[in-house]
Structure formats: structure tokens, C-alpha cells
């Protein structure tokens, strides 16, 4: 059953009881309005304007150098191809970290400047005061806990989070927390299936996994992935859903072919 609705987008409350009816809720990324424009037709619940963007779109090594002002101006197209689906737009590194003044500010510029209807912001204890100072202003946030790829530097790598007995209880007490600030959902990124499933049963709000196992309320990959896009990232918990990378290839090959053999454009292509 879908909640969305003819040209309203899907709001956090329905993301919210979707968990409630047991329902499983989809999100994949976009960064621009084609692409955006073909996964919101398809029927997916939120798209999320990650900072994955930084690595995608600009092909940076991390997420750390995407800036407030990109994020916006991606965001923006997203938007206007999202027709049915909830926008969620990663708040970058450096974004919120300063100050809740500063966060609520660069909140608000979001949802003002591309439209966006909700921010997703990394982090747990530390982060919770700002989440619920922004819900206070109106701004809906998703949580981000385990693998927080903006905290690259402190963790030294993008292994899997929580394993042991120590990080897995911090997990459980940031997800209550985020709970109690008011986020509407939180992602699960690369943390044990099992510490998932167990959290996920204990929260109110909808848990959104990746590489957190099949308990999770809803999943989410990086579209370019899940593509097949990009031939050289293929962690354990990423199916390729297509292999466009090869599709693309062969296409501009083709068209290379075809401009040296001087058959396109033939006579129907031209004026
Ligand atoms: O930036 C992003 O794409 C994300 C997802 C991996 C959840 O945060």
C-alpha cells in the first residue's frame, strides 16, 4: 500500500507510521534532478541529498570538503524532481559541530534555499541537544548513528562499527536519545544485524539501515551503488541492482564508433 499521495510529498509523520503498520520504508540518494526525477516516479518513500555527494558527484576521498552552500544547490534539483517523495538533506561536516545557534541557522537555510523537507545529522550524545533545539524551530531530523563517515579522521577508516560490548551500548543509548530529541527516524550505517534488530525494537521511531541487516525498519544505499555506477565499491552489504557501469561504457563507445565510421547522425538526425 503506498501513503503517497497525487502530488504531495510523503510527510516525517507517515514516514513514522509506516513503522507503526509494519511496513518497510525505502530511501535511496540523488544529487540532481534527472536522476531524482526517475527514483521518485518509481515509488521510493525519501530520497536523502547525502554528503555522499562528495564522493559521487566530486569525487573527494571523504565527505568532509562538501560544503553548506553545495549541498543547498543540489539539493534544490532534487526537490524539484521529488513529486511523491520526502527530501532529506545531509547537514555537511562542519554544519552544526559549532555551535546550536549555527546549526539551527544552517538548518533553516536548508529547508529555506532548496525546499528540502527534512536534515539528517551524524552523530548521538554529542549532537542530541542541537536535534532537539532544531525540532524545537520546526526543522525535522534524522539521526545517523554507527559508521558516521564524517568522523572518518577520528575512527581511522570505515570499518564496521559497535562490534564490541562497550560501542554497542553507546549505540543503544544515542538511539534513545536521538528517540527523545525528537528525530523522526535514524539511519543504522555498518553496525552487527543484531544490534540493529535489537534497537530497532526497542525505538518508537523508524530505523533505516545500511549494512545493518534485514531488522531494520526501511533501507537506503547510495543510487550510484546500487546502480552498479561505480565498479570499484563493493562492500559485503551492497547488491548491485543493475550493471549500469557496463551500460554506459557501451553506449559511449557506440557513439564513438558511430561519429569515427561517420554513421551518426544518419539522415532522419539531421535538418
Ligand atoms: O551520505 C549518504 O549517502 C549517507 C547514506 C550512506 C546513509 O549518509
Do not use: W
Not at 510529498?9 to 509506516?18: S, V
Not at 518509481?42 to 541529498?49: N, Q, S, Y
Not at 529555506?112 to 542530541?128: M, N, R, T, W
Not at 539511519?187 to 525494537?201: G, M, Q, Y
Amino acid at each position: 500500500m503506498s501513503v503517497h499521495t497525487q502530488n504531495s510529498r510523503i510527510t516525517t509523520a507517515q514516514i513514522k507510521k509506516l513503522k507503526q503498520q509494519g511496513e518497510k520504508i525505502t530511501m535511496l540518494t540523488s544529487y540532481d534532478f534527472t536522476l531524482a526525477s526517475l527514483v521518485d516516479e518509481a515509488g521510493i518513500d525519501m530520497i536523502l541529498v547525502g554528503d555522499s555527494a562528495a564522493n559521487v558527484v566530486c569525487g573527494y576521498s571523504t565527505t568532509l570538503p562538501i560544503t553548506l552552500d553545495q549541498m543547498i544547490f543540489l539539493a534544490s534539483g532534487v526537490v524539484r524532481a521529488a513529486k511523491h517523495a520526502l527530501v532529506v538533506v545531509d547537514m555537511p561536516f562542519g554544519s552544526y559541530q559549532c555551535s546550536e545557534d549555527e546549526a539551527v541557522a544552517n538548518a533553516i537555510r536548508i529547508l529555506k534555499e532548496s525546499g528540502a523537507d527534512a536534515v539528517k545529522i551524524e552523530g548521538g550524545e554529542q549532537v542530541a541537544h542541537y536535534i532537539s533545539r532544531l525540532v524545537k524551530a520546526g526543522v525535522p531530523v534524522m539521526g545517523h548513528l554507527g559508521l558516521t563517515p564524517q568522523s572518518v579522521n577520528q575512527f581511522g577508516g570505515y570499518a564496521l562499527r559497535a562490534k564490541e560490548e562497550q560501542e554497542a551500548e553507546q549505540l543503544r543509548r544515542d538511539a534513545k536519545l536521538l528517540e527523545q530529541a525528537g528525530c523522526f527516524s535514524v539511519v543504522f550505517e555498518k553496525i552487527p544485524a543484531a544490534l540493529a534488530a535489537e534497537v530497532t525494537s526497542e525505538l518508537s521511531i523508524p530505523t533505516i539501515g545500511i549494512g545493518a541487516g534485514a531488522q531494520c525498519d526501511g533501507q537506503v544505499l547510495v543510487l550510484h551503488d546500487m546502480l552498479g555506477l561505480n565498479n570499484g565499491f563493493k562492500p559485503k552489504f551492497l547488491r548491485h541492482f543493475a550493471s549500469m557501469a557496463e551500460e554506459v561504457k557501451q553506449a559511449v563507445g557506440d557513439y564513438i564508433d558511430a561519429v569515427h565510421n561517420s554513421t551518426f547522425p544518419n539522415e532522419t538526425e539531421q535538418y
